[in-house]
C-alpha cells in the first residue's frame, strides 16, 4: 500500500511542482521577505521584531495559497482531465489515491515553504542587520536575529498548520469544482485561524445569561468541526515569548488526528463517486 | 468451459445525473462470459452502454445491481485489477511526463521494482512503435501516439485479461493493422482480450467471440462463426462463355443479372436457387469462374440486428429488413467511427 | 522594364494583407493613446499632495479587539503596521509642529491588543505619550496594561519608574523599579543604585544601605563596584550619623549629657539589659549589611573614622555628623551656587558681598522667569541659599575667594575622599576567594 500510495505522491510532485503558479507565488513571497526590511526601518528599534513577523506571514500565506490555488483543483482536475482513469483501474484503492495526492502536494508544499523559510532565516541572520549610514552611505552590519529553537518550532508548525488545510482542500477538491473548492477551504481556513471566538462567544453568553443548553452544544460542536489552527501558531512565543510552549506534542497529534478524519471524509465521498 | 476470464451475471447500471432528471439505464440485466484465451469483441452503437460495462468490469463505477468478476475476484476490488490491463477510449495521462516516466508510475503502481520497470518500459514502448518517442513529453503526442501509449500502460503489468476500449480510434489503416496483430501476438501468449469497436472489419478479423449490445441490453452473443455462418444472405455467380439465351434464362431465374463484357455476374438469394442456378449454367454450357456463397457480413449483421430491435422497440415500419444486393456497395453504418465499412468482404480479412 | 530575377517580387495580395496589417496596429494603438487620456487628468485630480489635510483617518480604526478578528490570526503583522502607523503619526505631528495627539493612545492601544506580548508598544509608546502630549495618565494606563500582560518584562516598569523619576515622584519610581529588582532578570545593573540613591534621597538610610550593600554582595563588575561604592559610602555614611545620633542620645539618658566626641559614645558599656553602644552598633549594622558580621566589626572598628577617610565628630546639639558628607555635600552645593555667583559676577561686575545680596539677584532672575526647574528646586520657593551641610553657620563662615566664587574649606581633596580605602561588601568571586582561602588555611 505504501509503495502506492508513494507512487502517487511522487507522480504528483513532479507534476504539480511544474504548476507555474507555484512560482508566482515563490516570488510573491520572496518580495515580502524584502519589502520587510523597508518595514523594519521605518519602525524605530525594532526592526527583527518586524522583519520575523512579516517572514512568518509571507511563509504561512505562501503555504495556505499554494495549498488552496494547488490543491483545490489537484483531484478535480485529475477527473475532469481523465487521467484518473488509467490510475484507478490499477490495483490503487481510491483511499490510497487520496492519501497519495495529499502527500505529494505536501511535498510540494514544504518544498516552496522550506526555500522561502531558508531564505528568510540567512535573511533574518545576515542582512537583516545591515544598514547603511547616511553620512557615507557605506553598509555596516548592526545585529542580525539569532536563529532560536522557538523560531524554528514556529516554522515548522506553520508547515503543520498547512497540512491541516491542505488536508480541507483536498476533501473539497475530490468533491467539488476548484472555484467552489477554493472559496470553502478559505472559509474554513479563515474560521480556523479565528476559531477562540467560539469558547469566547460561549463564555460571554453564558455571562449574560443567555445561553440555553441547546445553542451551546451546538456552539461547541461547531467548536471542534472548526480546525483550531491558532494553536499552531507559534509567533508569539517565537517573537515575544521566546520559549516553547509544553504541549507542542498534543498540538500535533491534533493536526495528525484532524487531516486524518478529513482525508476518510475525502475518501468516503471519492469512493462512491463514479467515473 | 473452465473459470472464465470475466463473468458478469445480470449486471445492472443506472445512472442518475440529477435528483431533477429521471434516471437513466446505462446496462440491463447484461449476462456474460468471457473465456480465458480468447478474443472477445463487444458491439454496439454510441451509447448502448459498451464503455459502461467496460467501466463497471474495471471498477470506475459501481453497478447498481447484478455481480461481475474478474479472474475470480469481483469487479471494483483492487485485486482484481492484479491482473488485468485496462486501456481507455480517449487515454489522458500526466502532460509533463514522458513516456517512459509515465510507464515507470503505472508500473510503480503494481509494486514492481524499478529495473523491471524500465525494462518493461523499454519494452513496451517497442512494441506499441513508441520508440522512437520516448523522451518526448506526453503534451506533444498525436492522437494515434497516445492511443499506442494506452495500449502500452495497459500491458505494463504482463496482465492475463486486457479489457481494452475502442482501442483502434485514431489509428491510421497501418496502425489498426499492427493493433490487430498485437491482439493475436497476445492471444498466442495465452492472454484474454475483451474489446469494444465501431470498426467492425477489425473485430471480424480477430475475434472469437462477440457480442453485441443495443439501447443497454445485450442481443445476441457468441461465436462469430456461429453468429455469421447461418445467414447465407445470398450467393454470388460469375460466369463466363454463357450464350444469350442462356443469359437470359438465368437472369429471370436469378435475382439479379448483369454482363460485363465476356462475364455474366449473377446473384442468388439463397444456397438452393444459387445451387439451381449453377446447375443450369454449366448443363448450358458456361464456365464457371466463381461461385461464392455470401455471408452475412458482421456489418450487415449489426445493422440488422439493430433493425429489429429497434422494430421490437418501436414497431416503425420502416425497419423492413432489406436484402442485400450482390456487387453494390453496402450502406454505411450509421453513427460509426467514420471508418467505412469495406465493400467486399473478402478484403477486410 | 528588365525582370530583376534576384528578388522574388511579391504579389499585390501579400503586400496589402500587410500594409493592412500594419494599418490596423496603428489604429488600435491610436486607439489606446485616446483612451488612455483622461487617465493621468483623472490621476491628477485625486493626487493627495493636492489636497488639503486630511483629518486624521485613525478615527476609522476599529478597536483591537474587533481588528483581532479581521486578520484572520495575522496578529503580528497587523500589529507591526499599526505600530508603524503610530511611528508615521508622531513623524507627521512632529513636522507639522502640531500638538494634537489625541489618536496616539488609541494607535498605541490596537497595537497592543493585537500583540499583547510585545513590549516595545508598551515602554517606548508610553514615553512617546508622557513626553508629546504630556498625558501621563494614559501612559500609566498604558504601562499597567503592559505589566499585567507581560509580567517578566523589565523594560515596562522600568519605563514607568523612569517616567515617575522625571516627574518628580520618587516614591511611585521607588515601587517600579523595586519590583523590578526583585521579580525580574535582564534589568539594567544601575538599577539597584538608583533603589539605592532613592531610598537614600527619601531619608531611608537603613533601607539604602541595605540595598546599596546587597548590590555589592551581588555583583562583580568593577565599573558597576565603582558606582554602588559610592553610593554605599554616603548611604553607610548616613545610617552611620543616625545610628551614632541615637545612641547618643541614648548615652545622654545614662550619663546625663551627650558625649562629646566619638570615642566616649563608643566606650558606653553594657548595662543591664543594653548592650554596649559598640555591640548594639555592630548588632544593627550586621543587619543593614545582610548579616556580614565581619564587615559591620570592621566598620564599626574604624570608628570615628567615616567612609570618606575624614572623621565622625559629635555637634554640640549632639548630633554626629560626618565630615567626608559635610565635604561632599558641599562640593555638591558648590557647584550650583558657584555658577550663580559667576553669573552675579558677570552681570554686576563685582563678586556679591554676602548671602543676601546673592539670594536676591536670584529673586531677580526668578521673576525674570530665568531659571530653570532644577535650578528653582535648588533655591526652593523662597529663593534662599540651602542650608550649610557644617551647620546653622556655615555660610557665614565660608570665604569667598578672588575670582568671586566660594573656595571649599582647606581639607583632602575630592579625588581622595571617593578614593579613600573602606571595607565594603564583597563580591560573589571575592567571597569565594576569601571562602577557598579559609578552607585551605584549615
Given at each position: 500500500?505504501?509503495?502506492?500510495?508513494?507512487?502517487?505522491?511522487?507522480n504528483?510532485?513532479?507534476?504539480?511542482?511544474?504548476?507555474?503558479?507555484?512560482?508566482?507565488?515563490?516570488?510573491?513571497?520572496?518580495?515580502?521577505?524584502?519589502?520587510?526590511?523597508?518595514?523594519?526601518?521605518?519602525?524605530?528599534?525594532?526592526?527583527?521584531?518586524?522583519?520575523?513577523?512579516?517572514?512568518?506571514?509571507?511563509?504561512?500565506?505562501?503555504?495556505?495559497?499554494?495549498?488552496?490555488?494547488?490543491?483545490?483543483?489537484?483531484?478535480?482536475?485529475?477527473?475532469?482531465?481523465?487521467?484518473?482513469?488509467?490510475?484507478?483501474?490499477?490495483?490503487?484503492?481510491?483511499?490510497?489515491?487520496?492519501?497519495?495526492?495529499?502527500?505529494?502536494?505536501?511535498?510540494?508544499?514544504?518544498v516552496?515553504?522550506g526555500?522561502?523559510?531558508?531564505?528568510?532565516?540567512?535573511?533574518?541572520?545576515?542582512?537583516?542587520?545591515?544598514?547603511?549610514?547616511?553620512?557615507?552611505?557605506?553598509?555596516?552590519?548592526?545585529?542580525?536575529?539569532r536563529?532560536?529553537?522557538?523560531?524554528?518550532?514556529?516554522l515548522?508548525?506553520?508547515?503543520?498548520?498547512?497540512?491541516?488545510?491542505?488536508?480541507?482542500?483536498?476533501?473539497?477538491s475530490?468533491?467539488?469544482?476548484?472555484i467552489?473548492s477554493?472559496?470553502?477551504?478559505?472559509?474554513?481556513?479563515?474560521?480556523?485561524?479565528?476559531?477562540?471566538?467560539?469558547?469566547?462567544?460561549?463564555?460571554?453568553?453564558?455571562?449574560?445569561?443567555?445561553?440555553?443548553?441547546?445553542?451551546?452544544?451546538?456552539?461547541?460542536?461547531?467548536?471542534?468541526?472548526?480546525?483550531?489552527?491558532?494553536?499552531?501558531?507559534?509567533?508569539d512565543?517565537?517573537?515575544n515569548?521566546?520559549?516553547?510552549?509544553?504541549?507542542?506534542?498534543?498540538?500535533?497529534?491534533?493536526?495528525?488526528?484532524?487531516?486524518?478524519?478529513?482525508?476518510?471524509?475525502?475518501?468516503?465521498?471519492?469512493?462512491?463517486?463514479?467515473? | 468451459?473452465?473459470?472464465?476470464?470475466?463473468?458478469?451475471?445480470?449486471?445492472?447500471?443506472?445512472?442518475?445525473p440529477?435528483?431533477?432528471?429521471?434516471?437513466?439505464?446505462?446496462?440491463?440485466?447484461?449476462?456474460?462470459?468471457?473465456?480465458?484465451?480468447?478474443?472477445?469483441?463487444?458491439?454496439?452503437?454510441?451509447?448502448?452502454?459498451?464503455?459502461?460495462?467496460?467501466?463497471?468490469?474495471?471498477?470506475?463505477?459501481?453497478?447498481?445491481g447484478?455481480?461481475?468478476?474478474?479472474?475470480?475476484?469481483?469487479?471494483?476490488?483492487?485485486?482484481?485489477?492484479?491482473?488485468?490491463?485496462?486501456?481507455?477510449?480517449?487515454?489522458y495521462?500526466?502532460?509533463?511526463?514522458?513516456?517512459?516516466?509515465?510507464?515507470?508510475?503505472?508500473?510503480?503502481?503494481?509494486?514492481?521494482s524499478?529495473?523491471?520497470?524500465?525494462?518493461?518500459?523499454?519494452?513496451?514502448?517497442?512494441?506499441?512503435?513508441?520508440?522512437?518517442?520516448?523522451?518526448?513529453?506526453?503534451?506533444?503526442?498525436?492522437?494515434?501516439?497516445?492511443?499506442?501509449?494506452?495500449?502500452?500502460?495497459?500491458?505494463?503489468?504482463?496482465?492475463?485479461?486486457?479489457?481494452?476500449?475502442?482501442?483502434?480510434?485514431?489509428?491510421?489503416?497501418?496502425?489498426?493493422?499492427?493493433?490487430?496483430?498485437?491482439?493475436?501476438?497476445?492471444?498466442?501468449?495465452?492472454?484474454?482480450?475483451?474489446?469494444?469497436?465501431?470498426?467492425?472489419?477489425?473485430?471480424?478479423?480477430?475475434?472469437?467471440?462477440?457480442?453485441?449490445?443495443h439501447?443497454?441490453?445485450?442481443?445476441?452473443?457468441?461465436?462469430?462463426?456461429?453468429?455469421?455462418?447461418?445467414?447465407?444472405v445470398?450467393?454470388?455467380?460469375?460466369?463466363?462463355?454463357?450464350?444469350?439465351?442462356?443469359e437470359?434464362?438465368?437472369?429471370?431465374?436469378?435475382?439479379?443479372?448483369?454482363?460485363?463484357?465476356?462475364?455474366?455476374?449473377?446473384?442468388?438469394?439463397?444456397?438452393?436457387?444459387?445451387?439451381?442456378?449453377?446447375?443450369?449454367a454449366?448443363?448450358?454450357g458456361?464456365?464457371?469462374?466463381?461461385?461464392?456463397?455470401?455471408?452475412?457480413?458482421?456489418?450487415?449483421?449489426?445493422?440488422?440486428?439493430?433493425?429489429?430491435?429497434?422494430?421490437?422497440?418501436?414497431?416503425?415500419?420502416?425497419?423492413?429488413?432489406?436484402?442485400?444486393?450482390?456487387?453494390?456497395?453496402?450502406?454505411?453504418?450509421?453513427?460509426?467511427?467514420?471508418?467505412?465499412?469495406t465493400?467486399?468482404?473478402?478484403?477486410?480479412? | 522594364?528588365?525582370?530583376?530575377?534576384?528578388?522574388?517580387a511579391?504579389?499585390?495580395?501579400?503586400?496589402?494583407?500587410?500594409?493592412?496589417?500594419?494599418?490596423?496596429?496603428?489604429?488600435?494603438?491610436?486607439?489606446?493613446?485616446?483612451?488612455?487620456?483622461?487617465?493621468?487628468?483623472?490621476?491628477?485630480?485625486?493626487?493627495?499632495?493636492?489636497?488639503a489635510?486630511?483629518?486624521?483617518?485613525?478615527?476609522?480604526?476599529?478597536?483591537?479587539?474587533?481588528?483581532?478578528?479581521?486578520?484572520?490570526?495575522?496578529?503580528?503583522?497587523?500589529?507591526?503596521?499599526?505600530?508603524?502607523?503610530?511611528?508615521?503619526?508622531?513623524?507627521?505631528?512632529l513636522?507639522?509642529?502640531?500638538?494634537?495627539?489625541?489618536?496616539?493612545?488609541?494607535?498605541?492601544?490596537?497595537?497592543?491588543?493585537?500583540?499583547?506580548?510585545?513590549?516595545?508598544?508598551?515602554?517606548?509608546?508610553?514615553?512617546?505619550?508622557?513626553a508629546?502630549?504630556?498625558?501621563?495618565?494614559r501612559?500609566?494606563?498604558l504601562?499597567?496594561?503592559?505589566?499585567?500582560?507581560?509580567?517578566?518584562?523589565?523594560?515596562?516598569?522600568?519605563?514607568?519608574?523612569?517616567?515617575?523619576?522625571?516627574?518628580?515622584?520618587?516614591?511611585?519610581?521607588?515601587?517600579?523599579?523595586?519590583?523590578?529588582?526583585?521579580?525580574?532578570?535582564?534589568?539594567?545593573?544601575?538599577?539597584?543604585?538608583i533603589?539605592?540613591?532613592?531610598?537614600?534621597?527619601g531619608?531611608?538610610?537603613?533601607?539604602?544601605?541595605?540595598?546599596?550593600?546587597?548590590?555589592?554582595?551581588?555583583?562583580?563588575?568593577?565599573?558597576v563596584?565603582?558606582?554602588?561604592?559610592?553610593?554605599?559610602?554616603?548611604?553607610?555614611a548616613?545610617?552611620?550619623?543616625?545610628?551614632?545620633?541615637?545612641?547618643?542620645?541614648?548615652?545622654?539618658?545614662?550619663?546625663?549629657?551627650?558625649?562629646?566626641?566619638?570615642?566616649?559614645?563608643?566606650?558606653?558599656?553594657?548595662?543591664?539589659?543594653?548592650?554596649?553602644?559598640?555591640?548594639?552598633?555592630?548588632?544593627?549594622?550586621?543587619?543593614?549589611?545582610?548579616?556580614?558580621?565581619?564587615?559591620?566589626?570592621?566598620?564599626?572598628a574604624?570608628?570615628?573614622?567615616?567612609?570618606?577617610?575624614?572623621?565622625?565628630?559629635?555637634?554640640?546639639?549632639?548630633?554626629?555628623?560626618?565630615?567626608g558628607?559635610?565635604?561632599?555635600?558641599?562640593?555638591?552645593?558648590?557647584?550650583?551656587?558657584?555658577?550663580f555667583?559667576?553669573?552675579?559676577?558677570?552681570?554686576?561686575?563685582?563678586?556679591?558681598?554676602?548671602?543676601?545680596?546673592?539670594?536676591?539677584?536670584?529673586?531677580?532672575?526668578?521673576?525674570?522667569?530665568?531659571?530653570?526647574?532644577g535650578?528653582?528646586?535648588?533655591?526652593?520657593?523662597?529663593?534662599?541659599?540651602?542650608?550649610?551641610p557644617?551647620?546653622?553657620?556655615?555660610?557665614?563662615?565660608?570665604?569667598?575667594?578672588?575670582?568671586?566664587?566660594?573656595?571649599?574649606?582647606?581639607?583632602?581633596?575630592?579625588?581622595?575622599?571617593?578614593?579613600?580605602?573602606?571595607?565594603?561588601?564583597?563580591?560573589?568571586?571575592?567571597?569565594?576567594?576569601?571562602?577557598?582561602?579559609?578552607?585551605?588555611?584549615?
Amino acid at each position: 500500500m505504501i509503495g502506492r500510495v508513494w507512487a502517487v505522491a511522487l507522480n504528483t510532485f513532479r507534476e504539480a511542482v511544474r504548476d507555474r503558479i507555484l512560482y508566482l507565488l515563490l516570488v510573491v513571497g520572496i518580495g515580502a521577505v524584502a519589502f520587510s526590511k523597508f518595514l523594519g526601518e521605518i519602525s524605530v528599534g525594532d526592526h527583527l521584531h518586524v522583519i520575523v513577523n512579516t517572514g512568518l506571514t509571507a511563509v504561512s500565506l505562501l503555504g495556505v495559497m499554494i495549498s488552496v490555488f494547488v490543491g483545490t483543483g489537484l483531484i478535480y482536475k485529475e477527473i475532469d482531465k481523465r487521467t484518473v482513469y488509467t490510475i484507478l483501474s490499477k490495483p490503487v484503492r481510491r483511499g490510497e489515491f487520496i492519501f497519495g495526492k495529499y502527500l505529494g502536494l505536501l511535498l510540494t508544499i514544504a518544498v516552496c515553504t522550506g526555500l522561502l523559510s531558508i531564505g528568510f532565516l540567512v535573511y533574518y541572520r545576515a542582512v537583516a542587520g545591515v544598514a547603511d549610514d547616511r553620512a557615507t552611505g557605506l553598509l555596516y552590519w548592526m545585529h542580525g536575529g539569532r536563529i532560536t529553537v522557538p523560531l524554528l518550532a514556529a516554522l515548522v508548525f506553520i508547515f503543520v498548520e498547512i497540512c491541516v488545510v491542505t488536508a480541507v482542500a483536498v476533501m473539497f477538491s475530490s468533491a467539488s469544482t476548484p472555484i467552489l473548492s477554493a472559496v470553502l477551504t478559505s472559509i474554513i481556513f479563515t474560521a480556523g485561524r479565528m476559531s477562540t471566538w467560539i469558547p469566547e462567544y460561549i463564555r460571554e453568553l453564558a455571562r449574560r445569561g443567555e445561553s440555553g443548553e441547546v445553542k451551546s452544544f451546538f456552539l461547541q460542536i461547531l467548536y471542534y468541526i472548526t480546525p483550531n489552527l491558532s494553536i499552531m501558531d507559534l509567533r508569539d512565543e517565537a517573537v515575544n515569548i521566546g520559549a516553547l510552549p509544553g504541549d507542542l506534542a498534543w498540538r500535533l497529534l491534533y493536526a495528525v488526528s484532524y487531516s486524518v478524519v478529513v482525508l476518510l471524509v475525502a475518501t468516503l465521498v471519492f469512493r462512491r463517486r463514479r467515473f | 468451459m473452465d473459470k472464465p476470464a470475466i463473468k458478469a451475471e445480470k449486471l445492472r447500471v443506472i445512472y442518475r445525473p440529477s435528483i431533477f432528471k429521471r434516471p437513466r439505464v446505462g446496462l440491463e440485466g447484461l449476462d456474460l462470459e468471457v473465456c480465458p484465451n480468447e478474443v472477445f469483441g463487444y458491439l454496439g452503437a454510441n451509447g448502448a452502454g459498451k464503455t459502461t460495462t467496460i467501466k463497471a468490469l474495471v471498477g470506475l463505477i459501481d453497478a447498481n445491481g447484478g455481480y461481475a468478476e474478474i479472474l475470480g475476484r469481483p469487479a471494483g476490488d483492487a485485486r482484481s485489477r492484479e491482473k488485468m490491463g485496462y486501456a481507455p477510449e480517449n487515454p489522458y495521462f500526466y502532460e509533463y511526463l514522458n513516456p517512459i516516466e509515465t510507464l515507470d508510475f503505472y508500473g510503480r503502481l503494481f509494486g514492481m521494482s524499478r529495473p523491471d520497470r524500465l525494462k518493461r518500459a523499454g519494452e513496451l514502448l517497442e512494441r506499441v512503435g513508441l520508440a522512437g518517442a520516448r523522451d518526448r513529453r506526453v503534451r506533444q503526442f498525436s492522437k494515434g501516439m497516445r492511443q499506442r501509449m494506452g495500449l502500452a500502460q495497459a500491458m505494463i503489468n504482463d496482465p492475463e485479461v486486457l479489457i481494452l476500449d475502442e482501442p483502434m480510434t485514431g489509428l491510421d489503416p497501418v496502425g489498426r493493422y499492427e493493433i490487430r496483430q498485437l491482439i493475436l501476438d497476445l492471444k498466442e501468449k495465452g492472454k484474454t482480450i475483451f474489446f469494444s469497436s465501431h470498426i467492425l472489419a477489425d473485430v471480424e478479423a480477430v475475434c472469437d467471440r462477440a457480442a453485441v449490445l443495443h439501447e443497454a441490453r445485450l442481443v445476441s452473443c457468441g461465436a462469430l462463426s456461429e453468429l455469421l455462418s447461418s445467414r447465407t444472405v445470398g450467393v454470388e455467380i460469375i460466369l463466363g462463355n454463357v450464350a444469350p439465351e442462356l443469359e437470359k434464362r438465368l437472369s429471370v431465374a436469378a435475382a439479379s443479372a448483369r454482363r460485363e463484357g465476356a462475364l455474366v455476374f449473377l446473384s442468388a438469394v439463397d444456397e438452393e436457387s444459387g445451387g439451381k442456378l449453377l446447375g443450369e449454367a454449366v448443363n448450358g454450357g458456361a464456365t464457371v469462374k466463381r461461385y461464392v456463397p455470401t455471408r452475412e457480413s458482421l456489418e450487415e449483421y449489426f445493422i440488422r440486428i439493430r433493425r429489429e430491435a429497434d422494430a421490437e422497440g418501436n414497431g416503425d415500419p420502416d425497419t423492413r429488413p432489406e436484402a442485400r444486393v450482390p456487387g453494390e456497395a453496402p450502406v454505411k453504418p450509421s453513427g460509426g467511427d467514420g471508418e467505412p465499412g469495406t465493400a467486399n468482404p473478402e478484403d477486410s480479412k | 522594364m528588365p525582370a530583376t530575377a534576384s528578388a522574388p517580387a511579391q504579389s499585390p495580395a501579400a503586400l496589402s494583407c500587410r500594409r493592412r496589417r500594419g494599418l490596423g496596429t496603428f489604429f488600435i494603438l491610436a486607439a489606446m493613446a485616446a483612451a488612455f487620456l483622461p487617465v493621468p487628468f483623472v490621476c491628477n485630480m485625486h493626487d493627495p499632495r493636492r489636497v488639503a489635510g486630511k483629518p486624521d483617518d485613525i478615527l476609522y480604526l476599529p478597536r483591537g479587539e474587533t481588528l483581532k478578528y479581521m486578520t484572520v490570526g495575522y496578529n503580528g503583522v497587523a500589529a507591526d503596521i499599526t505600530w508603524i502607523r503610530g511611528v508615521l503619526y508622531v513623524g507627521r505631528k512632529l513636522s507639522h509642529r502640531d500638538t494634537n495627539y489625541e489618536w496616539l493612545e488609541k494607535l498605541y492601544q490596537v497595537t497592543t491588543d493585537l500583540d499583547p506580548h510585545w513590549t516595545r508598544p508598551y515602554h517606548t509608546g508610553a514615553i512617546l505619550l508622557s513626553a508629546l502630549p504630556q498625558d501621563d495618565q494614559r501612559a500609566l494606563s498604558l504601562l499597567s496594561k503592559g505589566l499585567r500582560n507581560n509580567g517578566w518584562s523589565y523594560e515596562i516598569p522600568y519605563a514607568a519608574a523612569q517616567l515617575h523619576l522625571s516627574r518628580g515622584r520618587n516614591r511611585e519610581a521607588l515601587k517600579y523599579l523595586r519590583l523590578v529588582r526583585a521579580t525580574m532578570e535582564g534589568y539594567p545593573v544601575v538599577v539597584g543604585n538608583i533603589i539605592a540613591q532613592l531610598e537614600k534621597e527619601g531619608q531611608d538610610y537603613e533601607r539604602a544601605t541595605r540595598t546599596a550593600a546587597g548590590e555589592l554582595q551581588r555583583k562583580d563588575d568593577r565599573v558597576v563596584r565603582a558606582i554602588l561604592t559610592s553610593t554605599y559610602r554616603e548611604t553607610i555614611a548616613r545610617l552611620l550619623e543616625v545610628e551614632l545620633t541615637a545612641a547618643n542620645r541614648h548615652y545622654a539618658r545614662f550619663r546625663g549629657r551627650p558625649a562629646g566626641s566619638v570615642h566616649d559614645l563608643l566606650s558606653l558599656p553594657a548595662r543591664g539589659k543594653s548592650r554596649a553602644v559598640r555591640d548594639g552598633l555592630i548588632q544593627n549594622f550586621t543587619w543593614a549589611l545582610n548579616g556580614d558580621r565581619q564587615l559591620a566589626s570592621e566598620v564599626i572598628a574604624r570608628l570615628p573614622g567615616d567612609p570618606f577617610g575624614m572623621e565622625f565628630y559629635v555637634r554640640p546639639d549632639g548630633t554626629v555628623h560626618s565630615r567626608g558628607i559635610e565635604r561632599v555635600e558641599l562640593f555638591r552645593i558648590l557647584k550650583t551656587v558657584n555658577h550663580f555667583m559667576k553669573q552675579f559676577r558677570k552681570a554686576r561686575g563685582r563678586p556679591a558681598r554676602n548671602q543676601q545680596e546673592l539670594e536676591e539677584f536670584v529673586r531677580v532672575l526668578t521673576r525674570a522667569g530665568k531659571l530653570r526647574e532644577g535650578a528653582r528646586k535648588f533655591w526652593g520657593p523662597e529663593v534662599r541659599l540651602p542650608p550649610h551641610p557644617c551647620g546653622p553657620k556655615g555660610w557665614s563662615l565660608m570665604r569667598v575667594g578672588r575670582d568671586g566664587l566660594f573656595a571649599m574649606p582647606p581639607g583632602p581633596d575630592m579625588e581622595k575622599i571617593f578614593r579613600s580605602s573602606y571595607p565594603v561588601p564583597p563580591g560573589p568571586r571575592e567571597r569565594k576567594r576569601r571562602a577557598r582561602a579559609l578552607s585551605r588555611d584549615k
